[in-house]
């Protein structure tokens, strides 16, 4: 299901909306035209000259979309630091919670992994202040309202950020000054532990003042649990050789068969997908999938190249059972074939690299290292 659409490109970089932007920039439109008086008066307005109506909630609108163009600069800060660092961005994404940069790989020095995190809260500093001085000598009092409250929420976008839990910025800047310290593995099941400890206080709290704050508690937890697991993962594969965990007698079918015949093979083998192979050369990839498209009255007639994967990610037999892991989260895959010469010698699935990763941490653990 699509739940993006790409706004356009910047740095080469494609800027995406989440669907359930809608929704926030809605909750935010209602709530502040809806209270655009209580509002006025925390930020120190008094008496506004603000109708009620059309023109509050027009300017609710205005303040989402301002919110959310602090946050994309947010964003966009992080994501120029780390390309000038050498770290590629593969998009910004702009949903419920806020805004996330996707980067392919993150810095393990430290030093970098500070600029980058801290680039977005001071971002959103800079944003607070000149907003704040533009709004004390804005004309009137629907654009003093617009830059103060702007103001405010920037003011508030770098707090938060700035609590040391994953996935903020303050998470990455604790791991990368525990990182100066101890070993990055051990920096991160720290700054791991205590996000999660943020998690549970944030969720408790939650359920006291707002079902917002559970949600985004629940976020955080689930972010920090799965950081360290990719963390703990990546160090321990890193320096086995697919060829040691992949599985050799690899099970093959034919283009040509059908599906029919597919399924007669997961019952056999007890596997859930195969590659597809002519002579010696692999075209596809078929899965359980795949096959569940095809109706049943269409089992016996849909050949197998007509429902395969063609797009297929290839790794080799040398490269690091660590590659496989991370091309396997980013791609969202379940396998891969493994040649050598162009020749198909292996498959590597999920289990396999789960299966080596427990190896890997029950070995660390007698070396004295513990994983
Ligand atoms: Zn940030």
Redesign the pocket.
Known sequence: MKTSIKLGSIYGIPVKLHFTLIFIVALIAWSVGANVYMIAELLNIPDPDIPLGLESYLLGIAVAVSLFASVFV??LA?SIVSIKSGFPVEEISLWLFGGVSKMEELPTDPNLEIRI?AV??LSSLGIAFGTLAAGLVAPNDILIFLLIYTSFLNFFLAGF?LIPAFPM?GGRILRALLAKRYSYIKATKQASTIGKVFAVIFGVIGLFINVFLVLIAFFIYIAASQESQNVLIDYALSDVPIAKIMTKDVKTIDPDETIAEFMDKVTTHQHTGFPVVTGNKIVGIITLDDAKKIPERGLHTTRVKEVMETDIVCLQPYDDASKAWKTMTKKRIGRFPILYKRELVGIVTRSDIMQAFQIQSELGKYKGEEI
């Open positions: 947010h964003e992080h995190s977005g809260p950020n910025d």
